[in-house]
């Protein structure tokens, strides 16, 4: 059984940058990940020849884009591990670089996520011959099927509207919530607000989530510098701490159970970064979930502990996760309306947290806040929590 | 710049699993990488419910081929991370693996590298929206151009050549003493023993090099159990320790240099190893190199210092390679032999040296070897070597 890890070395994230989520036609994914590299290194004021390891999260965008991606800004040698896990890419990434200076194996490490994807929703994931672990949804004769990803979050929310009165309208105001973050972002991919009645009328994608309730596809990246104590007292870029890092996988197969994959996993993932941490989910003041779609946002103020198991559909209602609310839940737009670029998502989460806990965040800054939380989960294969605290 | 990293906790291999190198149609990569871990399990009389975190070795096997691959031997939760660095994939596991028993984050973690390929050469890996970073090879008008990996090795042999009057019939010599070794094997996917005729004159793939100077391409997988000195006092498979792991890049684009790629990234990760460790070149009994072409063995052999640069064709000749020799490479016969599933080939070769330092290696067993290396090159992107002692 996995076990809490011991308290090893305090670890930093002294530098972050981040491209904007966007379609970025023509550009390649060394275009956009360097780019966010040199940010990163900018912000920090540390050369790349500091950094001493680096993790990069990408979903088949080739077996070694890391090196070339790595590469565009230096190559002094230092080990890059190409790390996959789905939508939890980029976060496996940032546990990596956690990893590797929290047990004394780097002084500054580097995470990067990065992906170039193209339109359309995303295939269910397969392991080659192997067939399909997700039973085709029920279709009407005459209907094309809906795209296998919103399928199955839409028997999410049949699920937990069967059980816990959730309705279409609270996963409307989620969208509307995220849009309106996101229009606060430069680098959001979508800048618009949108009202409720029209996130209900956009086009159906699997019955009853609409366009507005399904974060699109697009491209980009993110990075961040890690680093120990001692390096982050002389850096030039405002220090955040890391206090928990977890990644965990399904502790149960879970097919055909809507419901279960995305409590079990994600509660448990949270419960042990708050044991790390020491600190409560009434202590998070600012948080980046897993957004994919709306129905997953209001499940996950349940996982995280932010509210009552049945209770997200009332969180949302009350404001309570909004700027100003409770705790603010996805400021930078979140998938829904930031992006979700699949490898760069886990460390775009980062970005945000970090630039919020620096007091950075501008139009869209939750004021005062001292600790953060990003949650990032791949289906079918880890969730990952972090809890940061200026 | 990459510093030696801090000696921490010992780490010991107990328990290795390993599938033969076959086509295998009809199996998929679950099947054949949980049937690597049952057996690393059983070899160590470990429990899987013991394994506390996954690093999962392939290449464009699926985002979460790893969850598929650990789950069809139990959900228990633990972390999973799929890494890829091309042919390097499984060592870069098992790299991870050492890290997290290491660093005290776990005490039991398995590497677990696995592969499904089809027949036919392999293409150059290229980052989507990149133009490949090798030119296309001369070739006459009326010929097919050889595959680019061949032509690589026959650009590094051409250039070995020149420099040190390294000849055809030196390959040939290592093709004959791998496929020797292979036909003691009983996990090998070629078992038959071939004269140095024989491969002379075997198919042109890239010229010089012919079928029999290039590894095949086959599927299967191998599992490693990797421990605390706690828990290897106490399992049931002989500990083997590992002495020192390192991983690295390339520190300058070696594009348009082929005899540059193929030692300096090599030679820098040998020489780490051996300051970890704390031996010398010539206290290494039995190594497992990787051989995906013969001339690529012959500079192996002058990377790990086990002879003077350019006196890698007399190693050969001598018979200094050879079981019984100044130390055997590639018992196990080798990726020329054995087979050569890209993330299983990583952890295959830590299955062998752990077979060879624990005496069980049967027919090609080198006599009483007390320290073993295990030396592994994704091309473009990472070299690892781990050396180990009984």
Redesign the interface.
Known sequence: ???I??K?RDVYVVGIGMTPFARHEG????DLGSWAIRDALADAGLPF?AV??AWCGH???????G?????AVG????????????CA?GT?AF??AY??V??????VALAVGFE?MGRGALPM??????KSETPPPKQEPSKKPPPPFPSLFAGLFREHSRRYGTTVEQMAKVGVKNHHHGALNPRAQYRDEVTIQQVLESREIADPLTLLMCCPTGSGSAAALLCSEDVARQAEGEAIQILAST???????TAGDALHGVVE?NA?AAGMAYDLAGVKPEDIEVCELHDCFAIAEIVHYENLGFCERGEGGRFIDEGMSAIGGQVTVNPSGGLLAKGHPLGATGVAQVFEIVTQLRGGAGERQVRGAQIGLTHCQ?F???TGVHIFSR
């Open positions: 059984m996995p076990k890890p011991p090893l550009k390649t994914v060394v020849e001493e390891a979903v088949g965008q080739g077996s070694t884009a090196q070339k991606v790595v590469g190559q002094s040698g230092i080990p890059v591990m190409n790390v996959e896990n789905a890419s496996t546990r990596g990893m590797q929290a047990s004394g194996l780097a002084d170039r994931p397969k392991t080659p011959g192997e990644l965990v996988s399904e502790a149960a197969n996993i448990r791949g079918g294969g880890a």
